[in-house]
């Protein structure tokens, strides 16, 4: 298995222009889900999906847009970049949402560099 | 909205000595608890993780305690070796919408081990 794959690894965009993290999952992982993380922050939840069809904003949303056509899949779009999103970006799945019996791991893909000039 | 608090933010220590990091949650609800090594320029990746239902679990070097009623769980690495240094966080479980797998994370504790 490849876990989770993110693309691209590095990324410059100007303000104003648009594009699309790419995250795909060959786990049949139900959940999946983006954060960011930036210096002193932590890593903080944009959006995440528990299934195909089904998505749901985090902490931090406001500027991103997500969707889950396919259990495997799960892009993240910026629709018009801001110097403020230039940050490290995280793909991360894990079986299931939690319950008492569900080790609750995520799986983090190997994360995508943004810089917006 | 809920959060979670990290302390140290920055801890150095002698090759060999103990490291406690700890870390307070506000979401009574909250019931899972796993702690992420992350190495400079990698992924974060599971080291240790504990349920409300367990006080503390241990795993070789490192155990994880938590306390329910005060609303904090540290993690503890004994006999520490240089390859510990690493980014640290913890992070809790919290019901968003119709979901209660979300992770609220701690900002980070950098652990450096001097030989």
């Known amino acids: 298995n490849a876990g989770v794959t993110q693309t691209p690894k590095f990324q410059v965009l100007k303000t104003g222009q648009s594009m699309t993290l790419q995250c795909a999952q060959d786990?049949?992982?139900?959940?999946m889900s983006w954060y960011r993380q930036d210096p002193g922050m932590g890593l903080r939840l944009i959006h995440y999906s528990v299934g195909a069809g089904i998505t749901d904003q985090g902490e931090v949303p406001n500027g991103y847009n997500v969707s889950r056509s396919t259990t495997e899949d799960f892009p993240l779009r910026l629709l018009s970049a801001a110097p403020s999103q230039t940050s490290v970006y995280f793909c991360?799945?894990?079986?299931?949402?939690?319950?008492?019996?569900?080790?609750?791991?995520?799986?983090f893909g190997e994360g995508s560099r943004l810089t917006v000039l | 909205g809920e959060n979670v608090e990290q302390h140290p933010s920055t801890l150095s220590v002698q090759e060999g000595d103990s490291a406690v990091i700890k870390c307070t949650y506000s979401d009574s609800a909250s019931n899972y608890f796993p702690w992420y090594k992350q190495e400079l320029g990698k992924r974060p990746q599971l080291i240790i993780d504990?349920?409300?239902?367990?006080g503390e679990k241990k795993d070789q070097r490192i155990a994880v305690t938590l306390n329910k009623t005060a609303k904090h769980f540290s993690l503890h690495i004994t006999e520490t070796q240089p390859e510990d240094s690493a980014v640290y966080f913890c992070a809790a479980s919290i019901r968003h919408g119709g979901s209660q797998g979300n992770l609220i994370f701690g900002k980070g504790t950098k652990l450096s081990v001097k030989p």
């Open positions: 786990m049949n992982h139900e959940y």
């Open positions: 504990i349920r409300s239902n367990v």
């Open positions: 991360a799945s894990t079986p299931n949402v939690w319950d008492n019996t569900n080790t609750g791991e995520l799986f």
